[in-house]
């Protein structure tokens, strides 16, 4: 069986190349005859095993009319794709669509995250990530509507079968009228609608335990079958990726002390339900 990729950098150069060959509407035993290759080469490059150099990734993506900033994009990828940790600069702001991010989350097997001060993405109403969004000063006006439905769409997620959510959540960003109070009280309710599906736990971690092991800040966590867990930081205009086992391993402690003095999924509910009355 080829060796799967091990980066984040890979296993999204990996995606790409497969979607690049897809689009051709061809098979890859027909594109692989087009720049005279064996099938399997196409199919060990799309899994990780490698075997290809620079020049014929190019010509294989050029085979594919690959869009040029696209193409840029997954060479790029390809000559770093066995470094691990990835600290992505996004100019102005975050991208509308977070490609790593949402790859990343779409085969993951379970998802953990840490917010200190916002509901995570994942299980925001449209009306507060719009408030959210239009109060980020890099954002342009004319972009907040497309972020907001890019946000949405990455929620379908969540009904992909085998994908467990744990949401940290800090009490503090449930008391902040994001968006109003109507729009707050809307989002408290979507919270409560979340934490009744089976596969997603909210944990509010209350104010009333002063200070604790995620005063450093937001992160995501995510887990896989096939690969080793990551972990995602995002700032105002970049992203870190952060795979190095020691790494990753900080700040399983970090959520390990956080599940000690979160309340659990029942108690975080009825935290919910009395900050609505």
């Not at 993951?108 to 925001?124: D, P, T």
């Not at 200070?211 to 995501?220: E, K, S, T, V, Y």
Request: charged share 25%; aromatic share 6%; net charge neutral.
């Amino acid at each position: 069986m080829p060796k799967r990729f091990s980066t984040a950098r890979g296993r999204e150069f990996g995606d790409g190349l497969r979607s690049a060959i897809a689009n051709t509407g061809l098979t890859s035993r027909a594109v692989a005859e087009l720049v005279g290759w064996q099938e399997a080469k196409v199919s060990d490059l799309v899994n990780g095993k490698g075997g290809a150099t620079e020049l014929e990734v190019a010509l294989l993506l050029g085979v594919c009319r690959t869009p040029p900033q696209e193409r840029d994009h997954l060479l790029s990828l390809f000559n770093e794709m066995n470094l691990k940790g990835w600290w992505q600069e996004h100019g102005a702001c975050t991208p509308i669509r977070p490609r790593t991010l949402i790859e990343h989350e779409r085969a993951a097997k379970k998802l953990i995250s840490w917010q200190v001060s916002l509901v995570q993405a994942l299980i925001q109403l449209p009306e507060y990530a719009r408030a959210v969004i239009a109060s980020c000063v890099n954002v342009p006006e004319d972009e907040v509507e497309e972020r907001v439905r890019a946000r949405i769409e990455r929620q379908t997620v969540l009904l992909r079968k085998g994908l467990k959510c744990v949401f940290y959540i800090h009490e503090s960003a449930l008391l902040s009228p994001v968006g109003g109070r109507q729009a707050m009280e809307a989002q408290l309710e979507h919270l409560l609608k979340m934490a009744a599906r089976s596969y997603i736990d909210i944990r509010i971690v209350p104010i009333s335990v002063g200070a604790h092991a995620g005063l450093a800040g937001a992160f995501d966590m995510l887990t896989f079958d096939k690969y080793e867990p990551v972990v995602f930081l995002d700032s105002e205009n970049s992203s870190l990726i952060i795979e190095a086992p020691y790494a990753v391993k900080s700040y399983e402690r970090v959520l390990e002390a956080l599940d000690e003095i979160a309340l659990d999924a029942e108690q975080s509910k009825g935290l919910i339900k009395r900050l609505l009355t």
